[in-house]
């Protein structure tokens, strides 16, 4: 507590984050891998991965295993998953969705490689634990959060309506300020995975008057010259493709927060009822922002959002902003983020376009928040965070980028003090 002037206690009000990676380990199911070192017990983790696992930054050809999971405690997470083969003869892509694990990976064959699952949050951690041995050592990079500011935390998982409309989800105990949405654009409950056209979503929204964000990208199952596209844009926080990966066929925003949840506008949808996964949070300040990446190393990218944020999660698909409901060529997935300026990481991955044989390539950054891959799996584009200030950050390009690329944002920080 601090002594005001006029003698009242005042309470300090805070959001606690950090970044990090560790190893899944290939240990027998009921092992359990820890990872300590925080310095406060999270109230939720945002879990991310490429299929990458190394711990040192590494690119090049390789299938990708990558997936996005949630969890807030034993009984109260989920993930999404999705891998793609490299060097096949025709597309070989695979999803799959669990409310049982907060991280998984898909065997080449479409089965599952691997899951794991919370087993507590601890005093300046969390454990999880193997219900599934993973054949790989797979690196997952994590944003935790915690904090006396951060007061609520749940997941949950919506339907697509069957008609354009707005869909209120009031499954909560509390009104969100954030939610982050995880799809892979199955219509059937979870657990599940499929050896079919594969699709990927990160959404966020947030803020008094929310704003939105997408990231998705997919490739179709088995076509013999490779379908993969991507999409990633602000004002909308849900994108879903068609079965074949040519188009979108669901788009939502969020518009509203409700007492017990939020309403989403969903402007176009296929009639299928597909799962949506979320993570909803109470408390903290939120803002959801884009940026262009830079041609040159030497030009500063500086964001000015009103306040010093405990961390940012980046989103990006290593382009330029998709026009809305209009995919673009190549799966290209980008997820980083930071704390500081000494703690950050991201993974990519890419799977390229209209080729007889497929390439994949994936890339794994320990010190840059951003990593792009070029067709050939190289890497052709770096951004690090160059400072922390009092009302933003700042970035810099580390590998010039070949073109502007749009990246999206979510910056988490504290409010104000407040009075007890």
């Known amino acids: 507590y601090q002594i005001s002037a006029r003698g009242n206690e005042v309470a300090t009000m805070t959001i606690s984050a950090k970044t990090g990676s560790f190893n899944i380990s290939t240990a027998t199911a009921g092992s359990t891998v820890a990872v300590s070192g925080l310095g406060f017990q ?87 634990v193997i219900d599934d041995q993973f054949t790989i050592d797979v690196r997952v990079n994590y944003l935790a959060l915690g904090g006396n500011e951060l007061t609520n935390a749940a997941t949950g998982v919506l339907n697509e309506p069957l008609t354009a409309s707005t869909l209120d989800t009031t499954s909560l105990s509390f009104q969100p300020t954030c939610v982050f949405f995880g799809s892979n654009d199955q219509a059937v409950d979870a657990p599940s995975i499929t050896t079919d056209s594969r699709d990927s979503l990160l959404g966020v929204a947030a803020g008094a008057t929310p704003g939105n964000a997408v990231l998705a990208a997919g490739s179709d199952n088995a076509s013999p010259t490779t379908q993969t596209v991507s999409y990633c844009r602000a004002g909308e926080c849900i994108a879903m493709f068609a079965s074949a990966v040519t188009s979108i066929t669901g788009i939502a925003s969020l518009t509203a927060w409700l007492s017990n949840g939020f309403t989403l506008d969903f402007t176009q949808v296929s009639g299928s009822a597909r799962r949506v996964h979320f ?7 939120y803002t959801v922002g884009d940026l262009l990446t830079q041609t040159d190393t030497t030009t500063d990218i500086v964001e000015t959002i009103g306040y010093s944020p405990a961390a940012v999660l980046f989103g990006s698909h290593g382009k330029t902003q998709s026009t809305s409901d209009t995919v673009q060529a190549d799966d290209e997935w980008i997820v980083g983020a930071f704390d500081s300026v000494s703690s950050r990481g991201a993974h990519g991955t890419i799977d390229v376009d209209n080729q007889a044989d497929t390439i994949v390539a994936t890339a794994i950054e320990t010190d840059e928040v951003y990593v792009n891959l070029s067709t050939a799996g190289a890497v052709e584009g770096l951004m690090d965070v160059k400072s922390v200030e009092s009302t933003g950050f700042t970035c810099i390009m580390d590998d010039a980028d070949p073109i502007q690329a749009f990246v999206w944002y979510l910056a988490i920080g504290s409010s104000t003090l407040s009075k007890t």
């Open 42 to 128: 999270p109230v939720a983790v945002i879990f991310w991965w490429s299929g990458r696992t190394e711990a040192t930054d590494t690119a090049g050809r390789a299938s990708h295993k990558r997936g996005v999971g949630f969890a807030v405690t034993s009984t109260d997470r989920r993930c999404t998953y999705f891998n793609s083969v490299d060097a096949q003869t025709a597309g070989d892509a695979d999803r799959g969705q669990r409310a049982d694990a907060c991280i998984a990976v898909a065997t080449d064959a479409g089965g599952v490689d691997g899951l794991a699952d919370l087993q507590s949050m601890d005093s300046g951690g969390f454990t999880l």
């Open 279 to 285: 993570l909803a949070l109470k408390g903290g300040r």
